[in-house]
C-alpha cells in the first residue's frame, strides 16, 4: 500500500475497515512455489478488499476448491490484543456434496463474529467443535508453526547469473563491479563480487555445453 499508516473509523458493524482501507477496485496477485519447478501465478479481481473474502474469492475461482477463511483482529490503544484464524476446505472428493458444501456455508455465515471469540479465549479446537464437532470431527494431535521460510540462497543466485553467458558476466565485472539480485518473494538481496562472476565465468569457458548467451533474464526463487 501506498500508505500503510492509514487508520480509519470502524465500518457499520464496528469492526477494522479493512476493505475502506485497501479499496474495492483492484487485483490479487498470487505467487505460490509449491517447490515443482516453475512458480505457478495468477491474478483475480477484488471482490471487497477485505483480506478474507478475497483470499476466499482467489481459493474458489482460480484453485477450483470450496473455501471459507475468516480472519479476526482485536486492536485496542495498546496493540494487537486479541488475532487469529480459521481456513475451511472440501476435499475434491466431497466438493460433489451440495449439501453438505451448503451446510458448511450456513454455519460460517452464523458466526456472529470470530474476534468475539478470540477476546473469550476460545481456542481453535473449541470453535471447531462449535461449528463442525457433530460432523465426526479429528482433531490430530501434531501442531505446525506457522511460518515464512524462502528457498532463496546466493548459490541460486549464482545459478541464475551462470544463465547470462560469458560476455555478459564481463560486462557486469567491467561495467558495474558485480552483480546485485533480489529474491521477488522474499526481498532479500544478494551481492555477487566479481571474484563470485569470474568463477562462473571460468566454469562456463569450460563447460563445453555452456548456455548460449543471454541479454535478459528474470530471477525468480
Partial sequence: MDNPEIELPPNRLGKLDVGGAVGSEGFLYVLRDVGYGYPYSSTIELVSGEIGDDLTHYLVTSEQTPSALVLGVFVDSVGVQAAGGILLQVLPKAATDEELVRTLESRIGSLSG?????????TLPEIFEH???????????????????????????LGALKLFGVEELQDMILTDGGAE???EFCSEVYQATPDHL??????????TGSAPRVRQASILF
Fill in 131 to 157: 461449528l463442525i464437532g457433530d460432523m465426526g470431527l479429528r482433531i490430530l494431535p501434531e501442531t505446525q508453526l506457522v511460518r515464512f521460510q524462502c528457498s532463496c540462497s546466493l548459490e541460486r543466485v
Fill in 181 to 183: 539480485a533480489k529474491c
Fill in 198 to 207: 569470474n568463477q562462473l565465468i571460468k566454469d562456463l569457458q569450460q563447460d
Fill in 114 to 122: 470470530f474476534t468475539p471469540l478470540l477476546r473469550q479465549r476460545q
